[in-house]
């Protein structure tokens, strides 16, 4: 084989494995065990990494050196510009060190207009799209305060896979688990459907089998409406704020436990304590459900803060940060008033 050159289908192009899902659903985690469990087979992944906001946490914690990887941050790529996507995907294909890629979505990205770019031989003649796998967090998908948009969002994510992957099946009821599988089996009965973290989709079967966009024909359930999803994007602010010194863990942990889930939806970073600030952590948040566990990787990226969520209060959030830390300052970034808005808001 060419290592020189990435491996390619039988039409000449080079296959694309397309993950998307809501906000924290596991999408990252499905990505990280896909490189540390996979035997190999004699290909290698190249990886673009779409974040809502402007600074780029999921891409630090895939953290395998020499791996491939493009980011594209501070949107999503269904709205990123239409050349957003194909720069990344050729960039990969250009520096010829994978022979396929999987492209990870932002949680608020709609399939619709991704799987549209992947698909139009003008745009992206090298590439097919192989698979599209969904990543639906099974807790969340009970929960009853999600708002219509997300609802609608969450439907269409499902509605175009080909693989559904329940996630956090090992933190829900069986019952639970049952009730969300059938749910998706109406949407999406063609799907098969993957309960993480018990099993996991097989990468050589999804590349070897036949191309998703021959079979894409997304279903209409009862429950759904021909509203588009996209205007999501309007409501979601994103806050990025470095933490500049090490802060109290119990009051850290305080603050994310007493975050209104429905104005911040998704929350992470790195995060350093007074305890022993020789040590880097990362945190995670989902819907109030947060855990921090030690982040030993090296080079070891700066701490910081990033909020997600409908309406986000940044001046408040900036303000509880500050109080956290031993120096009374949080040194800000940029807080984008919604993955559409070009201009961002300067912080400070």
Not at 63 to 70: E, F, I, N, Y
Not at 104 to 128: F, H, K, R, W, Y
Not at 206 to 235: F, K, N, Q, V
Not at 257 to 271: D, L, Q, S, T, Y
Request: with cysteine; net charge negative.
């Amino acid at each position: 084989m060419n290592r020189d050159a990435p491996e390619t289908v039988n039409d000449g192009t080079v296959p694309v494995i397309l993950v998307t899902g809501f906000l924290g659903s596991g999408k990252t985690t499905l990505l990280k065990r896909w490189l540390s469990e996979t035997p190999s087979f004699g290909r290698r992944m190249g990886v673009v990494m779409n974040e809502f906001g402007v600074s780029s946490i999921d891409s630090r914690l895939v953290g395998l050196p020499g791996l491939p990887l493009v980011e594209v941050n501070g949107g999503c790529l269904c709205c990123a510009g239409d050349d957003a996507l194909p720069r990344a995907v050729q960039t990969l294909i250009r520096e010829g060190q994978c022979d396929y890629i999987v492209i990870e979505t932002s949680g608020l990205a709609d399939p619709d207009n991704i799987i549209d770019l992947l698909t139009d031989s003008d745009l992206l003649p090298q590439v097919t799209l192989q698979s599209v796998v969904t990543v639906v967090d099974a807790e969340w998908y009970g929960v009853t305060g999600a708002s219509s948009g997300e609802r609608i969002l969450a439907r269409r994510q499902i509605q175009f896979a080909q693989v559904l992957c329940l996630s956090k099946g090992d933190r829900v009821r069986s019952d639970v688990l049952d009730s969300v599988s059938h749910d998706l089996s109406v949407l999406n009965p063609k799907a098969t459907q993957v309960r993480l973290p018990f099993g996991l989709p097989d990468l050589q079967v999804l590349l070897t089998g036949e191309p998703a966009a021959m079979e894409i024909s997304p279903l209409s359930d009862a429950g759904s409406t021909p509203e588009s999803p996209s205007h999501l994007h309007a409501e979601y602010r994103s806050l990025s704020c470095k933490l500049t010194a090490p802060v109290d863990r119990s009051r850290f942990e305080g603050f994310l436990a007493e975050m209104n889930p429905r104005e911040v939806v998704r929350a992470k970073g790195f995060v350093r304590f007074t305890a022993n600030p020789l040590r880097l952590h990362v945190f995670q948040s989902v819907m109030g459900h947060h855990f921090i566990e030690e982040f030993p990787a090296h080079p070891q990226p700066e701490p910081i803060c990033v909020l997600i969520g409908p309406a986000l209060q940044l001046e408040a959030h900036q303000q509880r940060l500050r109080s956290l830390l031993w120096s009374g300052k949080v040194v800000p970034l940029i807080g984008s008033a919604n993955g559409n808005d070009s201009g961002n808001l300067v912080l400070g």
